[in-house]
């Protein structure tokens, strides 16, 4: 059973038997994020085949990412990596010409111990362009922590190199810019609060880092950099005793790079997912930052009563999170609140330090609603899963694609969670879309449910 009364957070863990995406997904969304990088993934047709079918149309865009498909004769040692590597990135510089290169690792070059960290740095100096190596194999890792192996090996380099490319970009835009009077800037600056620096690291589309600037700018906080930024050539500057603060629950390797070699103090805050992680993540920094909030209530409560007509239909309906992408803690927080009850909370991996706000404001949301505290089970059993939810019948069950359809064919409502990665969910403004994705499917039932339909 998953539901206990207990006023504590239950943990379990599974046999880790289950399904997700394999973390080099993150080339995805990481190489329209980074607009001057290019992503080559090193791997066998394994990895070629999946990227391809879940990049879906993607492919035919000219991607800025490829494979480099290792063959027999690579694996058995009696090709010179070194070499290969250093013909498939001149060609990529010579065609592309990219700030970057990121050379993904997968299981193939785990398990050969292909040394890409030992020839990256000669490669780099040989052919004059940064390599940045990270290993986002589906051995270690899941789904979105792909992410959060390119950010920490970034976040390396920001803690290195990255100041002298900084100073040279500086040089050659003051020269480009000299002249210009940054009239707006000066203005917007003087009106923030002299505060010590602050870096958010999470990679999210510009319109919520937009979004999310204006909210903290509301509280006279200026962010001093992104991680990673648009361009890499525009990487922050890590400041000794800064402040970092991530925007997803799946960044615990960055966050330690960050504290550990760029010696920035972590602002453990919940997660800006909902309005109430969004105020909660805002407040958490304006702490840290020694600014006193202003206005947050409000700007909370009108945001829920923006909510109300999608809150109005999930209140009171039970959901289950089988778990394949790390943002199913703060998910689930911000449905309890909505008034649903979770049933179970799966997740691949949970770091309990990393996310110790987001567990507590779980807890806390559950005693104040009166809902049971779910029980987070890491590396769920899918097996095990599928006989709880046929057990428990929840309203919504969220899952990947593999049992969406089996699970809607035997009457159970599902939604596809790959979806919450893809779509705008973070800030005061997006907790709506969240909404819009977990209604959908309710909504479509009871209407097919009008026409007559029983089964669906
Ligand atoms: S799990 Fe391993 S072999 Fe499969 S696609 Fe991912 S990196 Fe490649």
Request: aromatic fraction near 10%; glycine fraction near 6%; charged fraction near 25%.
């Amino acid at each position: 059973m998953t539901i206990t009364n207990s006023t504590e957070i239950s943990f379990e863990c599974e046999t880790g038997n289950y399904h997700t995406f394999c973390p080099i997904s993150c080339v995805a969304w990481l190489y329209q994020k980074i607009e001057d990088s290019f992503f080559l993934v090193i791997g066998t047709k394994t990895c070629g085949y999946f990227l391809q079918n879940s990049m879906g149309v993607m492919i035919f865009s000219e991607p800025r990412y490829a494979m480099a498909e290792l063959e027999e004769a690579d694996i058995s040692a009696q090709l010179k990596d070194y070499e290969e590597l250093k013909r498939l990135c001149l060609k990529i510089k010579k065609d592309r010409n990219p700030s970057v290169i990121f050379w993904i690792g997968t299981c193939t070059t785990e398990i050969i111990k292909m040394d890409l960290e030992g020839m990256a740095p000669k490669l780099e100096s040989e052919i004059d362009i940064p390599i940045v190596v990270a290993r986002a194999n589906g051995l270690d890792y899941a789904f979105t922590q792909g992410e959060d192996t390119v950010l920490a090996a970034i976040a390396q380099r920001c803690c290195e190199k990255i100041t002298n490319l900084k100073e040279n970009y500086n040089i050659f835009y003051s020269f480009i810019n000299f002249g210009k009077k940054k009239i707006n800037a000066s203005v917007d600056e003087q009106k923030q609060v002299n505060h010590s620096p602050l870096i958010l690291f999470g990679s999210l589309p510009e319109p919520i880092i937009r979004q999310l600037t204006l909210e903290l700018k509301k509280q006279q906080i200026k962010i001093s950099g992104w991680l990673p930024s648009k361009r890499y050539i525009e990487l922050p500057i890590l400041k000794e005793g800064g402040f970092v603060c991530s925007v997803h629950p799946y960044l615990s390797r960055t966050a330690t790079v960050l504290i550990r070699k760029g010696k920035c103090k972590l602002i453990n805050a919940p997660f800006p997912i909902g309005p109430d992680g969004t105020k909660a993540w805002i407040e958490k920094i304006c702490s840290a930052l020694d600014v006193t909030p202003i206005g947050l209530d409000e700007r909370e409560k009108q945001i829920w009563e923006s909510l109300e007509e999608y809150t109005q239909l999930i209140k009171g309906k039970t959901v289950f999170f089988m778990g394949d992408n790390l943002l199913e803690t703060s998910l689930a927080r911000f449905l309890i609140r909505c008034g649903m009850i979770v049933y179970e909370i799966g997740i691949p991996y949970m770091d309990k330090r990393f996310q110790a706000a987001e567990l507590a404001l779980l807890q806390k949301t559950c005693l104040e609603t009166g809902v049971p505290i779910p029980t987070i089970v890491e590396k769920p059993d899918n097996h095990n899963q599928i006989n709880r939810i046929m057990e428990l019948r929840p309203d919504l069950v969220i899952t990947g694609m593999a049992h969406a359809n089996p699970l809607e064919a035997r009457g159970i409502n599902t939604k596809w969670s790959v979806e919450f990665i893809f779509e705008q969910i973070h800030g005061f403004v997006n907790a709506k879309n969240i909404l819009k994705l977990i209604t959908r499917p309710l909504l479509r039932n009871q209407k097919l449910k009008a026409l007559g339909w029983q089964n669906f």
